[in-house]
């Protein structure tokens, strides 16, 4: 069993950089394939970026790519979401997620057994 508890979000203007982190409690091993994904309103949650456990394997939406850096603390138990360059359209609230399936870097919800309560990223225009 492991707690996620997601932070950084913002309000902030196009161009700008925010940085989420995602920290894990429990008294289980950091293990876990971690994954960011988003929701905006009315929207389903879709994929953002995921990282594999060692840190080793790390994949990307292709509309954040070159933008947002995925990448962990595994010491600290933390996932780290750098988000540079903000659009209005990556307004969402955003969840990271732990999966104990360790062999794929997952990109649909599924695999995930572990969610956060999510935070809120806004970018105005």
């Known amino acids: 069993q492991v707690q996620l508890v997601e932070s950084g979000g913002g309000l902030v203007q196009a161009g700008a950089s925010l940085r989420l982190s995602c920290a894990a409690s429990g008294r289980t091993s950091f293990a876990y394939n971690i994954g960011w994904f988003r929701q905006a309103p009315g929207k389903e949650r879709e994929f953002v970026a995921a990282?594999?456990?060692?840190?080793?394997?790390?994949d990307y939406q292709d509309s954040v790519k070159g933008r947002f850096t995925i990448s962990r603390d595994n010491a600290k138990k933390t996932v780290y979401l750098q988000m540079n360059s903000l659009k209005p359209e990556d307004t969402a609230v955003y969840y990271c997620a732990a999966s104990r399936t360790l062999s794929v870097v997952a990109r649909t919800t599924a695999p995930y057994d572990y969610w956060g309560q999510g935070t809120q990223v806004t970018v105005s225009s």
């Open positions: 990282i594999s456990w060692t840190g080793g394997s790390t």
